[in-house]
């Protein structure tokens, strides 16, 4: 079932090319010479040229991504160490040129292009999420606008230059010069030889990588931004085996280990177009799920896993958009409390413990009265033993100064000098937040932007007053947007002798368990 889904996802895998025509990171904006430069789209995409056969039940997992980024800079950019675990390093380019070695070097150099070219394009962006970006894509397409959702740094949506953009969305007009690409080379005791790509590699006995073991095989590939990413073919079931452990914790009871593995599952299915423009499907950190060693999956990891192999969580017959978070203070959250996407049955505000104690809670939460008296009163939800369940920031205006500055939403001379909550959703959780400067600007702060700004804050369920001028404190429970799985949640379910399906019906209320229709 699984195999045939990914397979329909075929058409968004890209593998490499044979002539890198790159675009620099979104900073570099100039004007171009007209009669010598041509002017194209966005961004031009690499064509489908693999050189790795595509297999089903297979994903793309972009372990390292903007590799020879900083040579674009004219910076020196670090070179790819790849160590295999036993036998030799196969290392095979376009031109067939075959390098057999235990390490293999690859580094970067740049190649000046005689026309340059020039990529023209209305960047409407940074967003917080994958989500909030393709929320606002899918809008376009409702309007006939085409765009591309890219991740140079942040989330970002790219339209055409030549496309009037409505008033109500604000964009930034581009001219983004490309006048040299970015090109690997082995680097080795006889000198360094250009690479052409696609670029595979094989690694029979596993690749070392960020201390742990990687089996692939993989590829090394270019990106929409001018760079190159590492990419690791991996059958979804291993990619399991790297993800689980990390997310929920290695030590978890087996049902919620199960749990997380049908999430992981689900997710990764519903999610294989995240990474479209750069030609591969997921990262591997937390802008995705976070993917590390499969080999160090445990016997216990490994039998979770296997008991639900092949099963998913559906709604009208489609893997569903499976969310989860570490601890959600004790109320779960709906979705439009998150990002900015229409509502799902499966996703809505709900208490999360048990019955008698969510009957003694005042709702909705988004009065504020009743929201303090959650956050600041005993508390029986489940998974409250988690260290973030409560928590406490202290942020002084300086941090929120730097952090706005840093997000692209004001410049260095603005000063915080109040900060006030204009809206939240019934999970009492902060949708809309006003920073005002001592000059009577301001800034808003919706959704899942607000986490992104203020990186201090763990969620977006606190309340906040002011302690003196400049220093507020914030006080507020769960880590994570709060939709979904609360993960601490389900270890306690779990410990109680909850199954795995009673854990996931319990988060996810009227979608089916079971393998894709």
Not at 460 to 474: D, H, M, Q, Y
């Amino acid at each position: 079932m699984i195999k045939s889904y990914l397979q329909a996802q075929k058409r968004f895998f890209v593998w490499g090319l044979l002539l890198l025509i790159g675009v620099p990171h979104f900073n570099q904006v100039s004007i171009a010479n007209p009669r010598k430069v041509k002017f194209f789209g966005t961004h031009q995409s690499p064509p489908e040229t693999p050189l790795i056969s595509s297999e089903k039940n297979v994903l793309l997992v972009g372990i390292k991504p903007y590799l020879g980024k900083e040579i674009i800079n004219d910076h020196k950019s670090p070179s790819l160490r790849l160590v295999s675990v036993g036998r030799n390093l196969i290392l095979k380019d376009a031109n067939g040129v075959i390098r057999k070695a235990k390490e293999i070097n690859i580094g970067w150099r740049a190649q000046q292009l005689l026309n340059p070219k020039v990529f023209v394009r209305n960047k409407i962006g940074p967003f917080a999420s994958f989500e909030s970006a393709e929320r606002l894509a899918n809008d376009l397409k409702d309007k006939g606008i085409e765009s591309t959702i890219a991740h140079p740094f942040d989330w970002e949506v790219w339209v055409s230059g030549d496309i009037e953009i409505p008033p109500s969305i604000k964009s930034t007009y581009q001219k983004i010069k490309v006048s040299k690409l970015v090109f690997p080379y082995l680097d080795g005791n006889d000198g360094k030889i250009a690479l052409k790509g696609p670029i595979s590699l094989q690694a029979p006995d596993g690749l070392r990588w960020e201390k742990g073991i990687y089996l692939g095989p993989f590829s090394i590939q270019p990106d929409a931004y001018g760079s190159w990413t590492l990419v690791e073919h991996v059958p979804i079931e291993r990619y399991l085996n790297g993800v689980v452990p990390y997310e929920i914790g290695a030590s978890s009871p087996e049902a919620a280990l199960a749990a997380q593995a049908v999430l992981a599952r689900t997710w990764a299915m519903a999610n294989t177009h995240r990474f479209k423009v750069d030609g591969y499907n997921l990262c591997s950190d937390t802008q995705c799920q976070v993917y590390k060693d499969p080999s160090k999956a445990n016997l216990k990891i490994k039998t979770a896993i296997k008991k639900t192999t092949g099963k998913i969580l559906t709604w009208n017959k489609k893997p569903i958009n499976t969310v989860y978070h570490a601890t959600n203070g004790g109320v779960m959250a709906s979705v439009d409390e998150a990002w900015s996407i229409n509502q799902v049955p499966y996703l809505q505000m709900r208490l999360d413990g048990p019955k008698h104690w969510t009957r003694s809670v005042d709702l909705p939460l988004s009065n504020e009265k009743y929201l303090k008296s959650f956050l600041f009163s005993k508390s029986e939800a489940f998974g409250s033993d988690h260290p973030l369940f409560r928590w406490e920031r202290t942020i002084r205006s300086s941090q929120i100064s730097k952090q706005l500055n840093k997000a692209q939403k004001v410049g260095s001379s603005f000063y915080p000098y109040k900060i006030e909550v204009l809206r939240r959703g019934s999970s009492g959780r902060v949708t809309s937040l006003k920073i005002e400067g001592r000059t009577g600007s301001e800034i808003l702060l919706k959704l899942d932007d607000i986490r992104r700004v203020l990186r201090e804050l763990p969620s977006t369920l606190f309340v906040v007053k002011e302690i003196k001028e400049g220093k507020w404190l914030f006080s507020g429970g769960g880590f994570g947007h709060g939709a979904g799985m609360s993960q601490s949640g389900a270890i306690e379910l779990a410990k109680k002798g909850w199954t795995t399906k009673q854990i996931l019906s319990h988060y996810y209320p009227k979608t089916k368990y079971g393998f894709l229709p």
